[in-house]
């Protein structure tokens, strides 16, 4: 079942009693009306640039296996990039990859103004009342936000199946990392192929890192997600290392 917050944010599962919190800012390729296809062809609201392709079935069935909430986005990041902060150009970029994005040239403070009160602010507003309330029940809910990308970039093949990505605290991420090379074949790296640096951490800065969370980014390549039965099954590979990298976390330390 889903609870939906009208325009910005559905949150799936809002009941889940699981230990996780998983976010998926990049879910969906959808053009409301209201902003208009920002002048891109079929082809380019179709591609990487509009959306993290598989990400939501991956996150979707995390959720589902984990029994854990998810907190997801109902609008392409070309019109707002709900995992960048209002101040950022990359927000609403007028040029993303090797993409112009006409509808994103010499926006007006207005407009700018309009897409973070109608996308950005709600958005975050849901997923932190959710933690608030996990917070008010006495849980300590783990931040796991789910992206997907290309294999090739600017030209470049991708080695890397999985990014494994940390904000301030690297601890849950290390942890997801050890698992992810005992457990899986996947080529698995620390803080690739994004990084802070980056500026993809930023929901994890805004809403894990203040209440002082465990959190995660995760950050699959889009060609291993090809269809939902590919993203289940990615999901069954990796639920059992999120598992694992929480149960190492807070296993008590021995006493010499």
């Known amino acids: 079942m889903e609870d939906e917050t009208e325009g910005a944010v559905v949150l799936e599962r809002r009941a889940a009693k699981g230990p996780f919190v998983f976010v998926c800012e990049h879910a969906v390729n959808a053009f409301p009306a209201r902003w208009g296809d920002l002048g891109l062809t079929a082809s380019q609201r179709h591609a ?38 209002p101040q950022s ?3 609403m970029p007028a040029r993303s990859e090797l993409h112009d994005i006409p509808g994103n040239t010499d926006l007006s403070a207005k407009e700018r103004l309009d897409r973070t009160q109608a996308l950005y602010l709600p958005f975050h507003a849901e997923l932190r009342m959710l933690l608030a309330e996990k917070l008010a029940l006495g849980q300590r809910p783990i931040l796991v936000t789910v992206h997907s990308f290309t294999p ?43 990084s ?20 995660v ?35 008590p330390l021995e006493v010499v």
């Open 48 to 85: 990487h640039v509009a959306w993290d392709p598989g990400a939501l079935g991956l996150a979707r069935a995390l959720s589902v296996q984990l029994e854990s909430p998810l907190v997801r986005a109902t609008t392409s990041r070309l019109i707002y990039d709900l995992n960048r902060p």
């Open 89 to 91: 150009a990359s927000a």
């Open 152 to 194: 090739v970039y600017y030209g470049r093949p991708r080695d890397v199946e999985l990014g494994i990505i940390h904000d301030a605290d690297p601890a849950l991420a290390c942890a997801v990392l050890e698992e992810a090379r005992a457990q899986t074949r996947l080529d698995s790296r620390l803080n690739e192929p994004y």
């Open 196 to 215: 802070a640096a980056d500026e993809v951490t930023h929901t994890l800065a805004l809403q894990a890192t203040p209440l002082g969370l465990m959190n």
């Open 217 to 251: 980014m995760l950050e699959l390549r889009n060609d291993l997600l090809p269809d939902a039965a590919a993203q289940k099954a990615m999901a069954s590979l990796l639920a059992p290392v999120l598992q694992a990298a929480l149960a190492r976390i807070q296993k």
